[in-house]
């Protein structure tokens, strides 16, 4: 058995009527398991990406490889295997939420007794069950987008593909969605891929992270190794507790590989990568010098860092 859930070779999106060249030979090998995050910049080529992979637009070159196994864009086979929530929410606003789970069931020819279960299961999970006879129309922004969640997830499918799903949602329901999508990868052979901006959700999220920007990918790895190959580094600030002078930084400096120390009054700030493992090394010094140290904050850089410094763009929500 393949343990790539998706494998895409050289694909390119160029849409003709603007002439542009949204996603750029992309080869790309998404696993079995694994949740995928795909950060870029407006435009980067993200949604492209997406509905390519759904079969909703037709790529201009390349291939994509479910399972190991080219599929139709139109075979049941594709449309069972993959669900999909869209950056614009999409329902009939004049059916109720249950309705429009119904219909999406039905389309997917799931047997009534089985779909009633599912859709039930699905509304209790994302908290709808109150709200199921309401018109989608009359939901909450944030109501909409579970319901969408809800929509794409009915059949039961092994692959997700969420475009911007966090948009809207109040912190409760985030960190809810946040729950329940790690809930669902775990299950075994389960794979999501799922576009946000919201860097810290796709940091803790995401088993790995690929940076796309002008339909290239930049970077793939996971948020740690991104972080320690691309960051700029974590930030310790030691507050000691009297005056010191140079000759404790540069004690630090000699005993402590790869850290840039800078001090202001009576902190000292040290910029490194992992700063964590470095912790001991540079408290050891500190201490052996006389000095006590009485306050410790440490700032563990961000994908932004990361981000920024491999497209050059600040990432604007
Ligand atoms: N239907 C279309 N016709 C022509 N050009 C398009 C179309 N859809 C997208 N584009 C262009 O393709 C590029 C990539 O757009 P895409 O929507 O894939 O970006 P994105 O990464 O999803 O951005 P965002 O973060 O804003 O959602 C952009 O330059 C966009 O203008
Ligand atoms: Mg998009």
Redesign the pocket.
């Known amino acids: 058995m393949s343990k790539t859930a998706i494998q895409i070779q050289n694909l390119s999106?160029v849409?003709?009527?603007?002439n542009?060249?949204?996603?750029d030979s992309l080869d790309l090998d998404i696993y079995k398991g694994e949740i995928f995050g795909?950060l870029?910049?407006?435009?980067?080529?993200?949604?492209?990406?997406?509905?390519m992979l759904v079969g909703l637009?037709k790529s201009s070159s390349g291939q994509i490889l479910f399972n190991g196994e080219e599929l139709n864009v139109n075979s049941s086979k594709l449309k069972n295997l993959i669900g999909y929530v869209p950056?614009v929410a999409a329902f009939w606003d004049n059916l109720t939420v249950y309705e429009n789970l119904n219909v999406i069931g039905t389309i997917y020819k799931i047997p009534s007794k089985e779909l009633k279960e599912r859709i039930n299961h699905l509304l209790e999970g994302l908290y709808l069950t109150d709200h199921k006879k309401k018109l989608a129309s009359k939901l909450s922004g944030g109501m909409q987008r579970r319901l969408n969640l809800a929509m794409g997830m009915v059949h039961n499918p092994q692959i997700l593909l969420l475009?911007?799903v966090f948009v809207g949602l109040d912190p409760q329901t985030r960190n809810y969605l946040y729950d329940y999508l790690r809930d669902f990868a775990s299950t075994k052979d389960r794979t999501i891929i799922i576009?946000s901006?919201l860097m810290e959700i796709v940091d803790a999220l995401s088993d790995r992270v690929g940076i796309?920007d002008l339909?290239k990918m930049l970077a793939t790895d996971t948020p740690e190794n991104l972080k320690n190959t691309h960051g700029k580094g974590d930030i310790l600030q030691l507050e000691i507790d009297k005056e010191f002078d140079e000759t404790l930084i540069s004690k630090i400096d000699k005993s402590v590989t790869d850290i840039t120390v800078e001090t202001k009054d009576q902190t000292i700030s040290i910029k490194t990568l992992n700063a964590i493992s470095k912790m001991p090394e540079i408290l050891n010094v500190i201490e052996e010098e006389g000095f006590t140290i009485q306050d410790v904050k440490l700032t563990k850089q961000s994908l932004e860092t990361v981000f920024i410094s491999l497209t050059g763009k600040e990432l604007r929500v």
């Open positions: 999106k849409y003709t009527t603007n542009t060249k949204a996603v795909l870029g910049p407006n435009g980067a080529g993200k949604t492209t990406l997406i509905r637009l950056q475009d911007e576009t901006h796309l339909g």
